[in-house]
């Protein structure tokens, strides 16, 4: 069980961090571009601190600590509070039972009582549990903690509901529990209303990746890490992939047409989440610095063009499922039935794939060329952000529980999840850990993506015309590019008369 988690806990990171990746609309290059420092960069840079897992030891930043028993409110949604209610019976699953412990090692630590709190939201109408929030603001701290709809939170923000985290006591946002990185990216002008941590267990969920049959790949190519050879010398690339994927579609019921139950050698899990992972892997960011600072729509230039064109190309060649069947029951359905070599999906969809008769692994989407210098991964946006209500009762013991609750999520809840979640499957593949550990170094969010809402939802209007042959993506720019601009304009007016908070 410690080997397996051991290889688990590699990926534990990626809830306390994003690396964002270089490219000319303003995300800053990894500087390990194939997941290794070579040893000049080895020899100058301090050794790490590692806990019994591998993983970098997390001291708290916490004084020792006593509120009486307290109550702190946490509001959590119905539709993610497995995520954070826990459950000591033996009936309990082993994801509740973790979760249990979790919050007795926070409130024993801090002498306080969590009370969490269901609010009803279910799907993507977050309607019901948006005006809770809002109403609460009449109120005297009814609620301390909010755990938000990752795209719906920023509105909330913008209207005042949220506290600056930068300014709030106890918490400490350059702690490896946080991502400091999202943190960067979103606050505006040294304010944070929102941020995701080891405590927003559902986010490990949201990360896209392709999953491949690792049986397939050796009965088509001889090997089956062919593909992990090429993300590790840099040439997992668009042409690439057509090249290796362009013979495997069998037309099974010789109808002529592409259509549910073929053999494809790619297949899009869904047109949402990892739809826009196809837009994220070219390094396409929604916003950028200009040379003042100033954030920036992107710009419709030659070089984005011909990117989208690629991916176009690429989704129109008969080894990848039609668009029409771009669906998360039928991707799943097609990779356990080996209908499909590979299947770009969210990564919670290894649920579904435990007790497949065949091996598997995981790979980032592919560059746009080898001259992009890393890869780029998409993550889905219904995860939990983290916020504090700007009236809570006890500004400090808020901070310090939110704290504490992350803190002792990275170091005990976790590695468990992990655990639970892919049941040890890969404990002795390290060729597997390594391309996980690259999607956790590789997540990508920007500041328009997580402000999609206050922007006309620019984010599926985007992801939409760039993956979408049928649509004309130029087009659409001309005829929205205004709109989004003046959207961009009014949030960061709104954002600094926020500031300070």
Known sequence: ??????????????????????????????????????????????PVITDEFGRPV????????????????IMIRTANQRHFLGDESVQATLLEQALFTRNEIVQDTLNVHLNYIPIEQTGSDTTFYDTTVQQAMSGAGEYDI??????????????????????????????????????ES???????????????????????????????????????????????????????????????????????????????????????????????????NYTYKDSNGDYQI??????????????????????CAPRSIWNWKKGRTAFIEQKALMVLQCFDVADAYVD??????????????????DYYTGVGDSFSLQCIMVNTKD??????????????????????????????RYADAPEDVEML????????????????VCLSRITGNVWNNFTDTARDYSSWYSQNIGTYQENLRVLLEDLKVKEGQ
């Not at 050879?229 to 047409?257: C, P, R």
């Not at 992107?298 to 080894?319: G, N, P, R, Y």
């Not at 550990?437 to 999609?452: K, Q, V, W």
């Open 298 to 319: 992107f710009e419709m230039d030659s070089a984005l063009s011909d990117k989208i064109d690629a991916i176009h190309t690429f989704v129109a060649q008969e080894f």
């Open 437 to 452: 550990e690259l999607l956790r170094r590789t997540a990508t969010l920007d500041f328009g993506r997580i402000y999609s």
């Open 58 to 73: 997390l001291e708290t930043s916490l004084p020792e600590l006593d509120y009486n028993n307290e109550s702190v409110n």
């Open 146 to 183: 909010v755990t938000s709809y990752a795209y719906y939170t920023p509105a909330l923000g913008v209207a005042g509901c949220f506290a600056n985290m930068n300014n709030v006591p106890m918490l400490d946002m350059n702690a490896i529990c946080w991502n400091t990185t999202f943190a």
């Open 395 to 424: 500004l400090s013991r808020t901070g310090a529980v939110l704290q504490c609750l992350n803190e002792v999520s990275y170091r005990k809840l976790t590695p468990e999840y992990f655990d639970i979640l892919l049941k040890g």
């Open 356 to 373: 497949v008769d065949f091996d598997y692994g995981f790979l980032p989407i592919f560059k746009y060329d080898e001259a992009q210098q």
């Open 1 to 46: 069980m410690k080997k397996t988690i051991l290889f688990l806990l590699i990926l534990t990171m990626l809830v306390s961090c994003f690396a964002s990746c270089g490219d000319e609309q303003g995300n800053q290059p990894n500087p390990y571009p194939n997941g290794q420092a070579t040893n000049d960069q080895q020899a100058t840079e301090p």
């Open 186 to 284: 979103v606050a505006y002008d040294g304010a944070l209303y929102f941020n995701v941590g080891d405590f927003s267990l559902d986010y490990i969920r949201q990360l896209t990746c392709i999953f491949f049959n690792k049986q397939l790949a050796e009965t088509h190519f001889g090997d089956a890490n062919v593909f992990y050879d090429m993300v590790n010398d840099g040439s997992w690339t668009i042409e690439n992939a057509t090249a290796m994927l362009k013979d495997i579609y069998t037309d099974v019921n010789q109808n002529s047409i592409s259509d549910e139950g073929d053999v494809y050698g790619f297949y899009v899990g869904a047109t949402s989440g990892p739809c826009e992972a196809l837009a994220t892997c070219i390094g396409f």
